[in-house]
């Protein structure tokens, strides 16, 4: 059962040297700025707690992992500083995830949307059920996935990227994201996919932190600009969700 709090949870939980970060929302797991920033701040907590060397991302319950950002809080946004700030709260996430020492493993065990795929891209390495399609749908309401297309982009390639964004009413499912390169590892239900992501954390647990630490640096180089690369494209949303489609798309989907 998930959580009814209306500014979200999140939890963390150390068993040896694995940290599992598991949020929630009522709304599908989707996410309003406070529950961004406490997850911000998870992520540089945990990066320098020599006491873990992998990290797990997980989502409340057994049906969608993300459905992106709060509708309520985008209808909220008056002003052009309060666009860039919400977005920021992304940004903030993705750059600290990419930042961050420990390695950090994905487990999506069903749809998200928009942000959350940002989330799955974000990660190192992401475990998936059959039930985890994705879609970028930011232009049916009259904004762009800027903010977390360095992300996806990195993952799989400009060409992917395009197909995904301009079909933002389609669904690409679970085994499409992994051809593209999203998704490391897809299986039948939610109890194949923990069994193995159990395992396979155990193992990466056992392995030289130091050693976990500069492969990351590797993997992630070329990303030294994103901080402020992210920090343009959520100005650039900000002033997109002032428009009046946005407000009238926003506005039909609250009703």
């Known amino acids: ?13 150390i068993d040896n040297k694995v940290a599992t970060i598991e949020f929630g929302h009522p709304a599908s797991n989707s996410f309003v700025a406070e529950l961004l920033d406490r997850l911000t701040a998870e992520f540089n907590k945990l990066s320098d707690n020599d006491a873990i060397s992998v990290i797990v991302l997980r989502s409340e319950g057994d049906r969608a992992f993300c459905a992106g950002a709060s509708f309520d809080e985008l209808m909220e946004v008056s002003n052009l500083e309060e666009g860039k700030v919400f977005f920021s709260g992304f940004a903030n996430v993705i750059n600290a995830m990419r ?48 903010v977390i297309a360095p992300a996806v982009e990195r993952k799989v390639g400009t060409a992917s990227i395009s197909e995904l964004s301009l079909a933002p009413t ?31 954390v155990e193992q990466l647990s056992a392995y030289n932190q130091e ?11 070329g990303t030294d600009h994103w901080s402020s690369l992210l920090s343009e494209r959520a100005a650039i949303t900000g002033k997109l969700v002032l428009s009046e489609f946005t407000r009238n798309a926003l506005s039909k989907f609250k009703k």
């Open 211 to 221: 050693a976990l630490e500069d492969w990351k640096k590797v993997l992630w180089q």
């Open 1 to 13: 059962m998930g959580t009814t709090r209306e500014n979200g949870s999140l939890y963390t939980k």
């Open 99 to 146: 930042q961050c020492k420990k390695v950090i493993v994905g487990r999506v065990q069903g749809k998200t949307v928009g942000g959350g795929v940002g989330l799955a891209a974000a990660c190192d390495y992401v475990y998936a059920t059959e039930a985890a399609s994705i879609r970028l749908s930011e232009l049916t309401i009259g904004i762009a996935p800027l």
């Open 170 to 200: 389609d669904w690409k499912n679970a085994y499409w994201a992994q051809e593209k390169g999203l998704f490391s590892r897809v299986f039948d239900d939610i109890k194949e996919l923990d069994k193995a992501l159990d395992f396979h």
